[in-house]
């Protein structure tokens, strides 16, 4: 296929990147799937809409992010320059609530009145029921029940925040039976309930709204490095779950040929073991949750469960616009074990004094990867995701010491 | 629009009850639900008990639109090892013993992507499928398997719900062949019922815009609901309460009791006599 002239055109009309994306949902949620399409359409033309999201990010979400230039990693990794963008810094802690604030203003917008979601650890969650809890609304999250026994801390959170946590005990009981059950809730519930979903994935618009209102990161990276260092980074690097905290640093820069990027998916236990969440390298084209993308499953079409020590890479897709990314190679996709992550943990954390969440620390170990082969003034910025103090049980027990 | 001769199977079914001055009853299992035996030996046997078409549930690992009772059902029928191709082969063996009831697949578009369209629509048509319920294959995706399906003479077999207004029912009726089926209730299978007169009232809307049957499903469990729906629309459908009457008898190991089948064929025959006296006296 000949390179588009743009990588930032997508979604075309029937919301599809390529031959992936699109709205495979049941006939009860179309008409709801287009009154959303429409409504965002309507907020992304209205300045009053920008001016609003503008508003909470700054005074509620803490933005813009830092972007720290890490020198003792630098030079431990002795190679590029590494800044850190800090979303670990927002308000609860990771990139989520950049997508939540968008979302449930315009759920206010719509006159909804009730919003639902899933988790898997539970990061979207506690974002979600955090603006619920700002803005007076009812919020019921998905959680599968696997899920919410190795993330307690934020079961706890989002529960404090007001928010009716349901177990979810269908199919394998993780993140992918989250989005099934919160996706019967909408079918059941059509007049009064706006769906935040937490990543770039589901039918359109989803896709393409949460990268909107992502792409906040990757737009402040452009203006913080012209500050920093007078010109664009040479590489981004982010973890990708579902792939939102990537989308919003990479597409900005989609459309500048210098700029490399590289996404790293969870190894798990390593490719080759099979207990991997990693779609696009470990996995087939496929349907699931509103979008055709990459997905782990069998040679029969059933989706196989995702492995990785972190939550919240833990799932067996990936959003549909990185699916076209890595057929048209514009971005690279990589793949980084449990093991590497934990030390990647360990460095930022003692060079940095920065507890990364283990999500952000695939992130960090692919940056020390590439980093040792680049030249000294490649700016390298890795997407610090979010904090780590959800997770310092999970590393305790991975490293045999009591927390 | 017509789908060539394997609608017929349903044109003619269809025919049949109309002359006969009664409405069908369409029941629901999945394939290989709880193993590939004993759901064999249903579906052989649900015929004579009363069901004038077969709905053949595609197990699927991620079924969105299915509450707990088809979802488990699924579950079973993976475990026991039950694929795309399996089913297909099933369908198959039925139909040479049984050419005239209508067999609906239902299912979810993942599994028949993997397996191949073209490649699944060949294996399909030989074996002996009427048509094609796709619950997440809405008419904005109609080239990918609608079309091609028409084009070989399957139906695609729409769902209308209650969420499909006036300015959208066009749409969805445009390419739909064999018969429509209203979602009585926005929401999942197996939970809440309808009222009656919603039904009534969503099936008049209906037949002013399209001259197919109109069947009716979701939250139909007993006969008398089955008999309700009968008096206004051209078929009941059919499926948890009969997929509950399958785990109902299955023992601590989750197989199948030897009471099963004929528990399950019960149930059929008292929704099938609600439904054939919903007209008379
Ligand atoms: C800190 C953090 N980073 C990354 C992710 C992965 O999601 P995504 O790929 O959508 O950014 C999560 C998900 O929970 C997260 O909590």
Redesign the interface.
Known sequence: MASPNTYRGGPDE?GRFGAYG???????????VLELERAYAAAKADPGFAAELGYYLENYVGRPSPLFFAERLTRQFGGAKIYLKREDLNHTGAHKINNTMGQILLARRMGKRRIIAETGAGQHGVATATVCALFDMPCVVYMGATDIERQKPNVFRMKLLGAEVRPVT??TATL??AL?EA??DW??N?EDTFYIIGTVAGPHPYPAMVRDFQCVIGEEVRRQMRQAEGRLPDTLVACIGGGSNAMGLFHPFLDEPSVRMVGVEAAGLGLETGKHAASLTGG???????N?TY?L?T??????DAHSISAGLDYPGIGPEHAWLFDQKRVEYVAVTDRAALEAFRLCTRLEGIIPALESAHALAHAAELAPRLPKDNLLVVNLSGRGDKDIDTVAKALGVAP | MSAGDAADRIERRFAELKSAGRAGLVAYLTCGDPDAATFERLLAALPAAGADLVEVGMP??????D??SI?AAG?RA?RSGM???RTLDIVGRFRARDAATPIVLMG????????GVARFLDAAKKAGVDGLII????P??DDELCLPALAKGLAFI????????DR?LPA?LKHTAGFIYY?AI???TG?KAADAGSVTQAVARLRRQSRLPVAVGFGIRTPEQAAAVARVADAAVVGSALVDEVSAHLDGAGTARPDLVDAVLRRVRALAEGVRGARRG
Do not use: C, W
């Open positions: 029937r699109g709205r495979y949902v049941a006939e009860t949620l179309m008409p709801l269908s199919g992918k039976d099934n996706l019967r079918v059941a059509v087939s084209p496929g349907v699931l949750h509103g055709k997905l499953q040679e029969d079409g059933q989706i196989v | 699927f690992s991620d079924p969105m639109a509450g707990p979802q579950l993976l694929t795309l191709a979810y578009y993942n599994p028949i992507f993997r397996y619950v997440d294959l809405p904005e995706h729409r769902l209308a719900t209650p969420t499909t207004d959208r969805v979602v926005a929401g999942i939970t």
